[in-house]
């Protein structure tokens, strides 16, 4: 099985929340804190939200997320389910058009089956 239902909103609510879900399920924290935490992020850098392209560069640089490039050009596009056989083994948020998702050990943790939509970068996450 490639994907397993996973909510980690304190009160599991369905909302447009995959990068806190995202990071709270990699770095195994609090939903709130991180949620906290990108807010506070956000701010100090004077950015324009934390799911704009340019934080998310910024915050996996900040923590210890390593990019693992994978579609070159010409290349057929990976969908997350052949990520996930890729991969089996560590932590990574895939980046998919307009959604992030968290994987670990070849299992993509979201609130909906993703595995389908295309991955256009990996990011392996390394912690402290």
Same mark, same amino acid.
């Given at each position: ?68 490039? +994978? ?50 970068? +990996? ?6």
């Amino acid at each position: 099985m490639v994907y397993e239902f996973k909510n980690p909103h304190p009160d599991n609510k369905s909302v447009g929340d995959c990068v806190v879900r995202a990071f709270t399920i990699t770095q195994e924290k609090d939903y709130l804190e991180v949620r906290r935490e990108l807010n506070r992020l956000n701010r100090e850098w004077n950015l324009d939200g934390y799911k704009k392209r340019k934080f998310l560069k910024k915050y996996y640089k900040e923590k210890g997320y390593e990019r693992i490039s +994978i579609n070159e050009q010409g290349m057929p596009k990976l969908r997350g389910y052949e990520v996930a056989e890729l991969y089996p083994k560590g932590t990574y948020i895939l980046n998919m058009r307009k959604h992030l998702v968290a994987m670990i050990d070849g299992i993509i943790y979201d609130t909906w089956n993703s595995s389908n939509k295309v991955v256009y970068n +990996i990011y392996k996450y390394k912690g402290w």
